[in-house]
Nanobody, 123 residues
Framework: QVQLVESGGGLVQAGGSLRLSCAAS????????MGWFRQAPGKEREFVAQ????????YYGDSVKGRFTISRDNAKNTVYLQMNSLKPEDTAVYYC????????????????WGQGTQVTVSS
């Protein structure tokens, strides 16, 4: 089990950037694949990105490819989401999640979740 705490959300203008962080507790952090999801009001939770435990495999949702970058620092038990060229449609609560499973797209593939951090992009 890992406990996850997100930070770095806020209000930004369209075209701007934010970097989200997710700090994990637990000595086995490096064995988990780490993902980011987001959920806008009235919508389903959407896959954003995942990085495997060594960082050797990275996956992105189609809507963020080329704009968002996921990375991790296992020494700091932290995963990051660098978000550039933000759009109003990126507005959502962003969640960090940890997985020991092979899948990555579905929220059911993840076992542990943070509480979320709000990102609001103004036009």
């Amino acid at each position: 089990q890992v406990q996850l705490v997100e930070s770095g959300g806020g209000l930004v203008q369209a075209g701007g950037s934010l970097r989200l962080s997710c700090a994990a507790s637990g000595r086995t952090f490096s064995t988990y694949a780490m993902g980011w999801f987001r959920q806008a009001p009235g919508k389903e939770r959407e896959f954003v990105a995942q990085i495997r435990w060594r960082g050797s495999s990275i996956y992105y949702g189609d809507s963020v490819k080329g704009r968002f970058t996921i990375s991790r620092d296992n020494a700091k038990n932290t995963v990051y989401l660098q978000m550039n060229s933000l759009k109003p449609e990126d507005t959502a609560v962003y969640y960090c999640a940890a997985s020991l499973r092979l899948g990555f797209l579905k929220k059911e593939d993840y076992d542990n979740w943070g509480q979320g951090t709000q990102v609001t992009v103004s036009s």
